[in-house]
């Protein structure tokens, strides 16, 4: 199993971007998929998540800025940012909550990540 994502660059004060992560591999399912990030210094933290049905959570510091959104389809999450901020400054990184195939019969759920972006944005 594999997350690949894309997208991130320098921008500029206000600018937009648009984050991609595609899940690929030998997998039965995906549950929730999300977007962390990992500013210098700082531990990483939830950005925003979507669930399976489509429910989505943002965190304060990017509500009303980012919107998360599936493409299921294509095994896709994607993160569209605008009025980015040099604050947003960071890697960012997805996860998928994957159900995968075990030994015999069974099945269990585990979390998978991406490699990281890094999204810079200058004032």
């Known amino acids: 199993v594999q997350l690949q994502a894309s997208g991130g660059g320098l921008v500029q004060f206000g600018g937009s971007l648009r984050l991609s992560c595609a899940a690929s591999?030998?997998?039965?399912?995906?549950?929730?998929m999300g977007w962390h990030r990992q500013a210098p210094g700082k531990e990483r933290e939830l950005v925003a998540d979507?669930?399976?049905?489509?429910?989505?959570w943002y965190a304060d510091s990017v509500k009303g800025r980012f919107t998360i959104s599936r493409d299921y389809d294509k095994n896709t999450v994607y993160l569209e940012m605008n009025s980015l901020k040099p604050e947003d400054t960071a890697v960012f990184y997805c996860?998928?909550?994957?159900?995968?195939?075990?030994?015999?019969?069974?099945?269990?759920?585990?979390?998978?990540w991406g490699q990281g972006t890094l999204v810079t944005v200058s004032s």
């Open positions: 996860s998928a909550d994957l159900r995968v195939r075990g030994k015999g019969w069974d099945t269990y759920s585990s979390t998978y």
């Open positions: 591999g030998s997998f039965l399912s995906i549950n929730g």
């Open positions: 979507i669930t399976s049905g489509g429910r989505t």
